[in-house]
């Protein structure tokens, strides 16, 4: 007897239907899967055989095939245990092959028959509506991140005997709807904050213009300077998630498995910190089958390097890509994906190998290794980061002064970034750009209108520097955006004069 339902994999952070299609027929007792089964999905059998049995059912032993289809698709992760196992049920005529039907069924089976959470369960909920399916059975523990799409009947369960029952129709059991769903617009309290900072108002100040205008960021200093602080602390002054971001960036998340149990959405900004021995396929994604990396994980937040001369030179190039398109293509020989990389990238690094350089303390480096140490990070690379800042070793005085002083805390910094973030979203209406980071060479002349002065400012400063064109477009970027700071439609030559200042490390490239 042939029984049929559906189920769904994961492909990128999207997902596809899948045909589950069970046939017990007479013959030797032979349990075989085809369509493409990784060596998890391969697994399923023991699994399955043991729920079966250990739910207080008996398993046929007879010969049964299982077909996942279209056959040309890559089928990975446990989550098919309990549709093969429903499946084999409708075939052995304990439950009708009528009750599926308008199911998909998603879940992985321990031993015992209880359910356990499976990864992406969110891009695979809200996929299924444009398959015309409305009801979807899912572990317990995955119920709060599937009820996110509100058009699909949720029904949680588990273990493998409750879905039974509800099927024999044995027991009732209504669509699981969450009252509100888990989205604070990111008002998680956190213990840090901006005036836990000591000094440094120029970095301070250059964070707040790179939240501003979702602008790159570099800090170059010596050990203990403040560098790693400043960063941590850059997610406590960018405005708030809207519920969209939250949804793209918790798809990722879901894929890969991080979404925090019980929880809805990731409604906190990411801050990604991956170490320097990283790879550029964890940087990046990929893999045989691709998965997101850390770039797609900071997706509407930080991907903050640090020790960024430390990071292979392969791995580093790998950014320049996603740094500019915001997306990230993996092609392989079976498939090609695309992942969402819209991250701010935040990095710090020493001045010199034995990180001294311009401080009080004695540097020990000579001038080619000072050289040779900061070409590791390549001129194009660089000129994709608008604003580049040197963060100077501080002063024994500001270290052990026992004055109170005053200093901004993040939720006064971020007041203005989100003024300044809401004059740009007026700006862009309709465009498919957030940010000024987000503008090309059309808004850059459109809305980068400088007065006289300033123009001619930043005409001697190209021609003495020698910047590039492209550090030429991110300095009116970043002008923008200081001018938006301070409220003003027409780039001054004080906001131009500050936006040269933020690109330091030119002179050494």
Not at 256 to 275: K, M, N, Q, W, Y
Request: one cysteine or more; hydrophobic letters at 35%.
């Amino acid at each position: 007897m042939i029984s049929f339902l559906y189920s769904a994999s994961v492909q990128g952070i999207d997902a596809c239907l899948i045909d589950v299609e069970i046939d017990i027929s007479s013959g030797l007792p032979v349990f075989s899967i085809v369509g493409l089964p990784d060596t998890s999905v391969k697994e399923s059998r023991d699994r399955v055989v043991s729920a079966i049995k250990n739910s207080g059912f008996d398993f046929p032993t007879k010969k049964i095939t299982v077909n996942l289809a279209p056959a040309d698709i890559k089928k990975e992760g446990g989550a098919f245990d309990l549709p093969i196992s429903l499946g084999i049920l409708a075939s052995s005529g304990i439950i009708e092959k009528k009750s599926l039907q308008n199911f998909c069924a998603i879940g992985e089976l321990s031993l015992d028959g209880k359910l356990r959470p499976v990864k992406g369960i969110l891009p695979i909920v809200l996929s299924l509506h444009k398959f015309g399916i409305t009801q979807v059975i899912v572990p317990e523990k995955n119920k709060n991140e599937a009820c996110v799409a509100k058009d699909i009947e949720i029904y949680p369960f588990t273990d493998l005997k409750d879905v039974i029952q509800f099927l024999k129709k044995e027991t009732v059991v209504e669509p699981y709807k969450q009252d509100s769903i888990s989205f604070q617009n990111g008002s998680t309290k956190t213990s840090i904050d901006f005036s836990d900072i000591k000094g440094q108002l120029f970095a301070k100040r250059a964070a707040e213009v790179a939240c501003a205008g979702g602008h790159n960021m570099i800090m170059v200093g010596p050990p203990g300077s403040g560098k790693t602080m400043i960063a941590k602390r850059i997610p406590t002054i960018l405005p708030s998630m809207s519920f969209e971001e939250s949804v793209e960036t918790t798809k990722i998340w879901s894929v890969s498995g991080l979404v925090p149990a019980g929880e809805s959405l990731i409604t906190d900004r990411p801050f990604r910190s991956p170490h320097h021995t990283t790879s550029s396929v964890a940087l990046i994604g990929g893999g045989s089958y691709p998965k997101p990396g850390e770039v797609s994980l900071a997706h509407n937040g930080v991907l903050f390097l640090d020790e960024l001369t430390e990071f292979r030179r392969d791995v580093l190039e790998v950014l320049r890509q996603p740094l500019e398109d915001k997306i990230v293509t993996v092609s392989r020989a079976k498939n090609t994906l695309s992942f969402p990389a819209s991250f701010m990238l935040i990095a710090s690094m020493n001045p010199c190998p034995c990180g001294n350089y311009g401080s009080d303390k004695e540097c020990t480096c000579n001038p080619y290794q000072v050289k040779r140490y900061r070409s590791k990070i390549s001129g194009p690379l660089m000129d994709r980061i608008d604003i580049q800042v040197e963060v100077p070793a501080l002063k024994i005085d500001e270290i052990t002064s026992t004055q109170t002083v005053t200093n901004e805390t993040s939720q006064q910094i971020k007041e203005r970034v989100i003024k300044a973030r809401n004059i740009q979203y007026e700006r862009f209406k309709g465009k498919n750009i957030y940010c000024n980071a987000q503008m090309g060479p059309k808004e850059i002349k459109k809305y980068c209108v400088l007065e006289e002065k300033a123009g001619l400012m930043l005409h001697n400063a190209i021609e003495k520097l020698g910047f590039s064109a492209r550090a030429y477009d991110r300095i009116l970027k970043v002008a923008r955006t200081i001018a938006d700071l301070a409220g003003s439609q027409i780039i001054q030559q004080n906001h131009i004069a500050e936006a040269i200042k933020y690109r330091n490390l030119d002179k050494y490239n």
